[in-house]
C-alpha cells in the first residue's frame, strides 16, 4: 500500500483504511469459515503463514538495524515513516503512538506475506530436508527485496530506486534482511506446515477430474 500512495494515487492513511484494514479482516473471515466447513487444514496454514511472517519479519529487523545504526547503509526507520503518514503527521513528526502504528503495519505487511509464501509453498518439495523450504524461502525473500527497492517506497525513504542515492551498501542491506526473512519464513513453513498441499498443487489435482467430468 505505501509503493500505491507513493504513485499518488491515494494517501496511505487512506489506503490503509479502506484496504489494508478490510482485506486483513477478510483473510481472517475466509480462514474462519473454512475451519468451520471442516478445512482445517487451510485454516491451519493461514495461521502458520501469518505467526511465521511476524515471526520472520524480527530477522528483516535485525539485519535492517545493524546496516542503520553500524554502517550507516540505511537511510532512516521505515516503520516510523509508515506511522507518521498514517496518523497523517508527516509535517509534525512521530510521535510514541504514531511509532506503535507504523511497526504493527510493517509487522502485519510482514505476517501478510508469510500467508502468501505458505500458501504457494506449504510443505513443497515433498519428504525433503527443510533446507529446501529454505531456499524456497530465499528465492521468494529475494523476490520481495528486488520489489521493494524497484518501488517508489525507496525512493521515499531518500535512497532512491535501487539505492541510487545511498549506494550500494544500501542495496545490500535491503537483499540481505529479505534475505534472511524469506529464509526463516521458509524454514519454518516447511517444518510445520508439510502436511499441507499448496494451492497450486490443489489446483492441478482439479484438473483430471474436471476433463473427466467434461468428457462423461
Known amino acids: 500500500m505505501l509503493a500505491v500512495a507513493e504513485n499518488g494515487n491515494a494517501s496511505y492513511q487512506t489506503l490503509t483504511l479502506y484496504v489494508t484494514v478490510p482485506a486483513s479482516l477478510v483473510i481472517f473471515l475466509v480462514a474462519a469459515v473454512a475451519r468451520t466447513a471442516g478445512l482445517a487444514s487451510f485454516a491451519r496454514v493461514v495461521a502458520l503463514g501469518l505467526a511465521f511472517g ?36 508527516i509535517m509534525l513528526g512521530p510521535t ?20 502468501t509464501f505458505a500458501l ?7 519428504r525433503k530436508s527443510h533446507w529446501y523450504g529454505a531456499a524456497l524461502g530465499l528465492g521468494f525473500g529475494l523476490v520481495i527485496g528486488t520489489g521493494f527497492l ?22 545490500i542491506t535491503v537483499y ?12 519454518l513453513v516447511h517444518r510445520f506446515g508439510s502436511g499441507f498441499a499448496p494451492v497450486w498443487e490443489l489446483a492441478l489435482r482439479l484438473l483430471p477430474r474436471r476433463h473427466h467430468l467434461a468428457r462423461a
Not at 504457494?120 to 515433498?126: I, V
Not at 517508489?152 to 531518500?158: F, I, Q
Not at 540481505?176 to 524454514?187: E, P, R
Request: glycine share 16%.
Open 176 to 187: 540481505l534482511a529479505h534475505a534472511v526473512f524469506g529464509s526463516v519464513l521458509g524454514a
Open 150 to 171: 524497484a518501488s517508489p517506497v525507496s525512493r521515499a525513504t531518500g535512497a532512491g530506486i535501487f539505492g541510487s542515492v545511498i549506494g550500494a551498501k544500501y542495496v
Open 54 to 89: 511476524a515471526v520472520s519479519t524480527a530477522g528483516l529487523e535485525l539485519v535492517r538495524n545493524v546496516g542503520f545504526y553500524e554502517f550507516n547503509s540505511m537511510p532512516g526507520q521505515l516503520p516510523e515513516l509508515m506511522g507518521v503518514l498514517v496518523t497523517n503527521r
Open 96 to 115: 510514541i503512538g504514531s511509532d506503535i502504528v507504523g511497526w504493527a503495519l510493517h509487522v502485519w505487511n510482514g505476517a501478510l506475506f508469510g500467508v
Open 120 to 126: 504457494l509453498a506449504g510443505g513443497f518439495p515433498r
